[in-house]
């Protein structure tokens, strides 16, 4: 694995009740054939099951279309489950009204991959900044502007007077993102949503944003659940990783345990793709699995890695769809070949 050129410092989380907890969470979209007849659902989400705790990050891996942005916009709201529950703080959020609703976003931060699509080209900083407060219903001018000020000096917009007249064309690619930052946080937010954050940014920018994050999460306490394809920072930014594969979780580990011994077949094929900038790559060859993900309109019976597994055992992995197994005390994996290590 890559390492960053800055070590980033993580904290013990607090272990206490989670203050997410999501249960058989189900996300499916419906498909229509000419506007009216059902012709099937987009199982974009099918049975997901964590705990997230306060002060705790979480990196959520995996390849393009296996779910991680579903579930970012389910937790946000954004998407209703179709079935299955999700809990904040011990309320059910699939429960919430509309007025509950509003509350439970507000204590959400969302920050998006790209920092220029987030944000509106028409509005200054200013106005993007006091957008969320005047729609949570925070009337007081005074109020506003003591938040948009605390909250550009926490993400290190400053001088302050410089950057609050200025438009998002106006800003560099981190400068957009640390406002993006900003945004998320100016509600004071228990928990942050971070799709891929840094991806969009240059190498030298990325640990500094991944570090501005560490230093809000210690100040605030906050619990961060941080989706990423960049697999070099998960090691130094989040307590635990979960591997997602085919709209499920198949492996959930502490990060030392994962990235020492990553268990399913899947996530040991995503790590040995990972980059690496040593020059000996060029004398070995990366072995990856064949065949593509699977139709989630159609999945396959089984474990949905299974037609791409050389490891499977036939008559089982492809027919039964395996259970969470605890393997060594702080990782579980879902995968017939860890049932009689039980």
Known sequence: MPNLAVELQKEPAEQNEPILKAVGLH??????????????????????????????????????????????????????????????????????????????????????????????????????????????????????????????????????????????????????????IARAMILEPKLLVADEPVSMLDASVRVEILQLLQSLQRVHNLAIIYITHDLSTVRYFSERIFSMYGAKIIEKSTTEALLDNPLHPYTQALFRATSDPDAENLKTFKEVPAGEPPSLMNPPPGCRFNPRCSKKIKGLCDVEEPPEIQVNGDQIVKCWLYEKKR
């Open 27 to 180: 996300t499916w979209f419906e498909i229509r054939r000419m506007g009216f007849f059902k012709a099937g659902d987009v199982r974009a989400l099918d049975g997901v099951s964590f705990d997230l705790y306060q002060g705790e990050t979480v990196s959520i891996v995996g390849e393009s279309g296996c779910g991680k942005s579903t579930l970012a916009k389910t937790i946000l709201g954004i998407h209703k489950p179709t079935k299955g529950e999700l809990y904040f703080q011990g309320k059910n959020v699939t429960e919430f009204d509309k007025h509950e609703l509003k509350e439970y976003r507000s204590k959400v931060g969302y920050i998006q991959q790209d920092p220029y699509g987030a944000l509106p080209s028409f509005m200054d900083t200013r106005t993007i900044l006091e957008e969320p407060m005047k729609i949570n219903g925070i009337s007081s001018k005074k109020e506003r502007e003591d938040r948009i000020r605390q909250v550009l000096e926490e993400v290190k917009l400053a001088p302050i007077e410089d950057y609050l007249p200025k438009f998002p064309h106006m800003l560099s690619g981190g400068q957009q993102q640390r406002l993006v």
